[in-house]
C-alpha cells in the first residue's frame, strides 16, 4: 500500500480536513516540535480523530499499509507539552502523528463513586474545573496544565506539586480505555477500587509513552474539596533539615500535607533578578552571619476549618524551629500571597531560561539519602566543571530533584551546553545509580533518553521490556524509538 | 531429563533437608492443600530455598527439565491462605512447590525514606511488627495476617480493612526483586516514589499469582504511626444511607478514615447466635418499629490526639444522625472496646462457616451503584432460590462486598451447595456484569475461577493478559493453568 493510498482511507475514516498535510499554507510545526524546541520532525500527516471508533480505525488503516510493506508507525499526540521528545514524529516522513485533541469530553462524573470519566484529549486544567465544578478536587497539579492532556498526563505518568499527597498520575486513575497496536478497543473504563482479575494492563499502558498503545479514555479519582488549604514559605539551615522537616511534617499533618517543594538560594536568586516584581522571602537574608542555603515551601490541606489548619501549622513550624529545622517561616495571610509563594517555586524554570542554557535533569533518589547525595554531587561537579551553577530545585516529598546545571557565569552558554552536556549528564547519572536512584523521576524516556536508558537499567529490566514490546507491538508500529529500542 | 535427575538437582541447590517428599512418615498436606480445604493436590516435590539465588537457580533446574521434556512445572507459596486455590499443585504429581517460607528476614528498613524492604517470605504479622518496632505504622492488614507472607499478598494484591485509606497492597509497594521464567533475578528493589523509566514491571508481577515470575522481596511504604484510634459502630436505616454516611466521613475525615465496614443483619445475626459472648450492638432492636438492616463499622486514624479524634467523630456522627443517614451509634471509649467492635466484623466469616457451608463472593461495584445492585440482586436470588439466606458484609468504602448465599434455614447446605452453587454464581456474576463490577476484587482468580474468567471479562483484555503470559513464560512453567489458560 502507498502512502497516498494510505492518506486516502485515513482521509474517509476522519474526514479530510483532518488529515493534515504539510504545505506553505499549513505550518505543522505545533504539531511536529517538541515542546522545548529541540527538536523539529516531519509527519507524513496529522490525523484528527473525534472517537474510539476512529482511532481504531487509524491504526487498522496504518497496520494494514505496514504490513504491506509501507513502514509507516504512529506517533500519538495529546497536548506536545513533554519535556523528552516523544510526542513529535522524527524526520523520516513516515510518522503519523495520531492527535488526540479533539477528543475533547467529560463522559461522566460519578459523585458518590468519586469518579470522572473522560476522553483522552481533555485538557488537565479543564479537568480540574470540571471536577472543581461538581464540588471536587481533582489533585493533578502540573505547570503546563493549561495545554497538556489527561491522556498524554497518563501515557507519560505525569508527576507534579501534589504528588506527596495524592501520587503520580498512576495512583489516580481506576481504568483505562485502550486502542491496541491491533487496532482492537480495550474497554478497561473501571470505577472500581478493587478488581483483581488478571494482569494489571492498566498500568503498563500507563507510562509506555504510546509504544504499547494509544490511550483514548480514562476514570479518574476526585477527592473531597478541602475546607482551606494553607501555605509557608520557610528557610532552612541544610538540606539534611528539609529531609527533617518533612518528616515532621508527615507525621503532623498526615495526608494534609499536599506540597512539600525545596529550591535551592540559587534557584530562588535567579527569580529574584529575572524577576524582581516576585519578592522572594529571605533572599540574601544572613541567619548568624550566613545565607541559608534552601527554602521549602510547604502546603497544607485541611478538610476541617481554617483556624484548625492555622492552629496545626502554627504547631508544626514551631516545633521545627525549636528543633533547628527551620530558621524563620512566612505563613500567607490570604489567597493572593499564598498563589505568591507557589508562584516563587513555580517561575524557577523561566527564571533559569531567563538565565540562558542549562542541562536540565529530572533525577529522583531515596529521600532519606538526598543530601548525601546533592552534597557528594555537588562536590564532584565543582571540580568537573569549575564554576558550572546548580539550578537546585523540586519535589522533595517525592525524592524528586530538578538538578539543573547553569554555565559559569559568563561563560558562552550555548558552547557550555554543547561541550559539556555528556560529561555533566554521565556525572550526575552514574552518581544517582549510586544512591540507588532513577534517571527520569517524572518526565519519562521519549527519544531524548531511550540511548542512555540501556546503561542504567539492569540488562534483565531491559529484556523483559523488550519482550513485551515485540509481543504486545510485534510490528513496532507504535511510538517507534521511544521508550526502548526492540 | 527424568524427575530423579532434577529432584537431585534440587537437592544439591537447597540442601537434601529442603526437597520434601510426600511419605508416609512426610505428610505436605499443609503445602499441597488450599486454606479453604476444597482441593487436595499431589506435589512431585515441595521446595524450600532461603535466597533468591536458590530461587533462580530452582527455576533454571526446573525450566532445563522442562525443556527437556519433562513437563514440571511450578508453584509459588506463601503462607498458603489464599483463597481461590491458587498456591496448591493439581492432581498430576509433575508440579514443584516453591515455598519461599524460609526466606523470612527484613532487609532494610529506611524511616527517613519511609520504606522498609522484605524477604517475599516474610510473615505479614512479623512485618507489622517490625514497622511498630520502629515507630511506623504499615497498614496491610487481613485475617490471615499470622500466616499469609508479604510474596503472598502482592502476588495476589490483598486487599484487607485500610484499603480505604492505603490502597491494596499494589498501592503499598515501590518495587520488587523477581526471579523470572527464565531464572532470572530482576533486582528492582527501589525505594523510589517516582521513576518513569520504561514500562511498570513491578505492576506487572504483583496480582499475577505467580504465573508470570516468582516475588523473593519487596520494598513497602510505611506510614507515621497515627496519634489516636477511634472506632464507632453506627445502626443505619439502608445501604443507600450508608453510602451517604461514607462521604460524609470522606469529606469531614478525609484520610482519617482508615475503616469503613458494612454488615447486614443476618450475618450479625450469626455472630449473636454463634458467638453469644460477643455483644453485637443493636441487635434485632427496632427503630420506629422496624430492625435496621445493615450497620457500619468506621474507623478514625487520627495524627493530632485522641481528643481531636472524639471532637472529628462526634461532629460526623451528629450531622450524619441529623441527615437521618445514622439512627444510633456507639463509640469506643477504650481499645479494649474498640478490639471487641472489630472482633463483631472480623467474626463474620466464622459465624457463617457455623451456620453451614455457603457459598462465597467477593464482588465489587463502582460504590454509587451499591445499593440498587444490592436491591435488584436480592429480589433475583429471592425469586430463583427461595428462601436462600444473604450474608451480606464487606468493605464498602472500596466497593467490595462479600456477597454470599447460605442454604434456606434447615435445607441440607451440602446439597444446596453442589446443587445451587453454579446457578447462584451466574446469577450473581451476571448482575455484577450490569453494574459494572468484578467478579473477583480482593481474593484473585487462582484456579477457581479461571474458567469463569472469559465468560466476565472482554476478549481483548483476554488475549493481551494470554499475549503477556506466551511472551513472559513461553513455557508455561509458572503456576499453569491459573490466572488464565494458554
Known amino acids: 500500500m502507498s502512502f497516498s493510498t494510505l492518506l486516502q482511507t485515513l482521509q474517509s475514516i476522519v474526514g479530510p480536513a483532518h488529515v493534515l498535510i504539510e504545505s506553505a499554507d499549513n505550518d505543522l510545526v505545533q504539531y511536529v516540535r517538541d515542546w522545548r524546541g529541540r527538536e523539529r520532525g516531519v509527519a507524513l500527516a496529522v490525523v484528527r480523530p473525534n472517537s474510539t471508533e476512529q482511532v481504531a480505525a487509524v491504526v487498522k488503516a496504518c497496520a494494514a499499509s505496514n504490513k504491506a510493506g509501507s513502514g509507516v508507525s504512529i506517533v500519538p499526540q495529546g497536548g506536545n507539552t513533554g519535556m523528552v521528545v516523544g510526542s513529535t514524529p522524527d524526520a523520516s516522513g513516515t510518522q503519523i502523528v495520531l492527535s488526540l485533541q479533539r477528543m475533547n469530553n467529560v463522559r461522566k462524573l460519578d459523585g458518590g463513586n468519586g469518579t470522572i ?115 509557608a514559605f520557610a528557610v532552612l539551615p541544610s538540606l539534611d533539615a528539609a529531609v527533617s522537616l518533612l518528616q515532621l511534617a508527615q507525621k503532623h499533618l498526615s495526608a494534609g500535607l499536599t506540597g512539600f517543594e525545596v529550591m535551592g538560594q540559587f534557584a530562588l536568586s535567579l527569580v529574584g533578578k529575572h524577576f524582581p516584581q516576585q519578592r522572594v522571602p529571605f533572599l540574601g537574608t544572613a541567619f548568624s552571619g550566613v545565607v541559608a542555603p534552601y527554602c521549602v515551601v510547604l502546603e497544607n490541606s485541611d478538610q476541617e476549618s481554617e483556624a484548625h489548619a492555622k492552629a496545626q501549622f502554627e504547631r508544626l513550624l514551631e516545633e521545627a524551629m525549636e528543633a533547628g529545622h527551620v530558621l524563620d517561616a512566612v505563613v500567607a495571610e490570604n489567597m493572593t500571597q499564598a498563589k505568591q ?114 546503561h542504567y537499567k539492569s540488562p534483565v529490566a531491559m529484556e523483559l521490556m523488550r519482550t513485551i514490546k515485540r509481543a504486545l507491538d510485534p510490528q513496532n508500529m507504535m511510538n517507534p524509538g521511544r521508550v526502548i529500542e526492540v
Request: proline letters at 4%; a negative charge; glycine letters at 12%.
Open 117 to 231: 470519566t473522560l476522553d483522552a484529549g481533555c485538557v488537565l486544567q479543564n479537568v480540574q474545573q470540571a471536577c472543581f465544578d461538581a464540588g471536587y478536587l481533582f489533585p493533578l497539579s502540573l505547570g503546563s496544565q493549561g495545554s497538556c492532556t489527561i491522556g498524554g498526563n497518563l501515557g507519560t505518568n505525569a508527576g507534579g506539586t501534589q504528588v506527596v499527597r495524592f501520587g503520580n498520575t498512576r495512583e489516580l486513575c481506576l481504568g483505562l480505555e485502550v486502542v491496541t497496536a491491533q487496532g482492537e478497543i480495550w474497554s478497561g473504563l473501571s470505577g472500581l477500587r478493587k478488581d483483581n482479575t488478571g494482569y494489571d494492563l492498566r498500568d503498563l499502558f500507563i507510562g509506555a509513552e504510546g509504544t504499547l498503545g494509544i490511550i483514548t479514555g480514562a476514570t479518574m479519582k476526585m477527592y473531597p474539596l478541602p475546607a482551606a488549604k494553607l501555605i
Open 341 to 454: 509563594l507557589w508562584h516563587i517555586r513555580e517561575s524557577i524554570p523561566l527564571a533559569q531560561a531567563q538565565e540562558g542554557l542549562n542541562i536540565k535533569h529530572d533525577i529522583s533518589i531515596p529521600v532519606s539519602s538526598i543530601p548525601e547525595f546533592v552534597r557528594v554531587t555537588d562536590a564532584k561537579l565543582a571540580e568537573s566543571f569549575p564554576g558550572a551553577r546548580l539550578v537546585n530545585y523540586g519535589h522533595l516529598g517525592d525524592g524528586n530533584l530538578h538538578y539543573n546545571v547553569q554555565a559559569p557565569e559568563g561563560a558562552d552558554q550555548a558552547e557550555f551546553l554543547e561541550t559539556q552536556e555528556p560529561g555533566v549528564n554521565a556525572l550526575v547519572f552514574d552518581m544517582v545509580m549510586q544512591f540507588q536512584g532513577s534517571i527520569s523521576a517524572e518526565h519519562g524516556i521519549g527519544s531524548l533518553k531511550v540511548e542512555k536508558l540501556p
